[in-house]
Structure formats: structure tokens, C-alpha cells
């Protein structure tokens, strides 16, 4: 049975870092909380701190309807879910997965009786629980589910509904971290680059910072040619100019002993769409390489 308290009750599988600070969350605001880890020693801190420890995954899902899972891979989620009764549950999958995996979750849950909703966590545990941190959850699926439990949902963090299709939670989720991953490797490239020099990182760093924020509108400008279908309108700097550039980039590595290897993908793609005589445009033309 859920606790009987004004605010609603819900179960949490999983109790690492992300699953902690979510409990903690949830725990915080008055939410009776049912949870359940593998590693049972990970539930007793929060036992203290007034959730309900279920001996098992299925004791656990059948003590509320609504089911949150924050474990290791979506492998992880079948074999927590396997012995439990989702007949009428709400399930809502906050581990890290694939859109295609999100999307045969879904058809698994709804064949065992579930609604579910799978979930993308911009943010790291710290940002958790922290309205001003800005970090925010992704959410896809069903769209009834969402709306019944948003109150709850959106206890943690942020939230922002992006589709009745299961997989486009996972498929904002890793576009945002794509694109992260390349800005972390142009910011390891530069650090290598004056590495030995007399600059401090301390003074680059801020330097960095303000250009990269600076670049930033440049997404929006994509996005208004991916839309329009031109790729020249309002192009500033042509790929003509910037595959030369790219031959200073790459010299300057050379000079300074820095392996070019983070560069070089991109600039290599950037020189095949020039030489497909696509001068004129700028970086959105790349998309169609990357493309079927």
C-alpha cells in the first residue's frame, strides 16, 4: 500500500549516485518513497531518512503506481522488472539508454500491462533537487502518464515533454551530449596548444569560455537552413574561407608537437563538401555527409 500523506507515493529502482539524489529529493519535498537497489547496504541512509526499503524489485514496484527506474543499462531494467506484477503500474525509465531501446522498453511494458515513460537527465546528481541549477529531464511516451504524475516528476528537476514517441528522450538526450563531447574536445585541443607555453590555463580559460558562448547562436543559424533548405542564406563565413583557415589550425598543431586527431574528422568532412563544389555554404551542408 502507498503512504498515506498529501503528496503522492511512488517507488524508485536503483540507488546510485542519480537514483540517491533523486530519492533525497523526493524524500525532501514529502513524497513517501518505497526504493530498492541490488546492493541492499546503498538503501540505508535513505532508510533513516524515511523511505521504505523493499526487499525486493517486485515487493518494491507493487508498493506504488507510479515506478521510476534509475539503474545501470536498459539490460538492468529488464532483469529488475522481470518477477514484478506492471499490470496498471506507471513506469517511468530514467537510465541512460539508446532511442531504440526506449522504444522496445515501451512495447515491453505496455504488453505486461504498463504505461511508460522514458526519461533523459540533463544534469549531474548535484544539480538534482536544486531548482537554480538549471538541470531539467527529458520526457517521452506517453503523454497521460506525464500529465498524471508531473507534480511528482518534476520534484527533482525540470521537466520537458518532447514526444509520444519512446525513443525521443534518448534521441534529445545524446544530441545534447554529442554536441557536448565536440565542444569538450576543441577545448582539450586548445588547452594542448599553449601547453609548454607562458600562458597560464587560468587566463585561457575564461578567454574560452566567452568565445565558445559567443559561437553559440550559430546553432539556431543551422537550424533556420536545415529549415529553409538554403544553405548559403545569410553565410558569414563560407566553407571556402574556413577549409583555408583549417590549414592554419592544422600548421599551428604541427608547430606546437599537439596531435591534430580531434580536428581532423571535422576538417576532413568540411574539405569533401568543398570539393563537391558547396563553397558558398557554410557547415550545415555537412549534416547531408553524415546522412543518409
Request: aromatic letters at 6%; proline letters at 5%.
Amino acid at each position: 500500500m502507498e503512504h498515506s500523506t498529501d503528496k503522492p507515493g511512488l517507488t524508485l529502482l536503483g540507488l546510485g549516485d542519480m537514483g540517491t539524489a533523486l530519492a533525497r529529493a523526493w524524500l525532501a519535498a514529502g513524497h513517501p518513497l518505497t526504493v530498492w537497489n541490488r546492493t541492499s547496504g546503498k538503501a540505508a541512509p535513505l532508510a533513516a531518512e524515511g523511505a521504505r526499503v523493499a526487499r525486493t524489485a517486485a515487493e518494491a514496484v507493487a508498493a506504488s503506481t507510479l515506478v521510476v527506474v534509475c539503474l545501470l543499462d536498459d539490460a538492468s531494467v529488464g532483469e529488475a522488472l522481470a518477477d514484478a506484477d506492471l499490470t496498471g503500474k506507471d513506469v517511468v525509465n530514467l537510465t541512460t539508454g539508446t532511442p531504440a531501446e526506449a522504444r522496445a522498453r515501451a512495447k515491453w511494458a505496455q504488453a505486461r500491462g504498463a504505461r511508460f515513460l522514458d526519461g533523459g537527465i540533463m544534469a549531474v546528481p548535484p544539480m538534482i533537487g536544486v531548482p537554480e541549477s538549471g538541470g531539467y529531464v527529458f520526457y517521452s511516451g506517453s503523454r497521460a502518464l506525464f500529465d498524471a504524475h508531473h507534480g511528482t516528476l518534476a520534484t527533482p528537476a525540470g521537466t520537458t515533454y518532447v514526444g509520444e514517441d519512446p525513443g525521443f528522450a534518448a534521441l534529445h538526450d545524446v544530441a545534447l551530449l554529442s554536441a557536448m563531447t565536440g565542444m569538450f574536445a576543441g577545448v582539450t585541443h586548445a588547452f594542448a596548444l599553449v601547453r609548454g607555453e607562458d600562458v597560464p590555463p587560468k587566463d585561457l580559460a575564461p578567454l574560452l569560455t566567452a568565445w565558445l558562448v559567443a559561437m553559440t547562436p550559430y546553432a539556431s543559424e543551422i537550424a533556420d537552413r536545415l529549415t529553409s533548405g538554403d544553405y548559403t542564406e545569410g553565410v558569414t563565413s563560407n566553407l571556402a574561407m574556413m577549409v583555408q583557415g583549417n590549414a592554419t589550425l592544422l600548421r599551428t598543431a604541427r608547430e606546437q608537437g599537439v596531435s591534430p586527431e580531434l580536428l581532423t574528422p571535422f576538417t576532413t568532412l568540411m574539405e569533401r563538401r568543398l570539393a563537391a563544389g558547396h563553397g558558398d555554404e557554410d557547415t550545415t551542408g555537412l549534416i547531408d555527409l553524415l546522412t543518409p
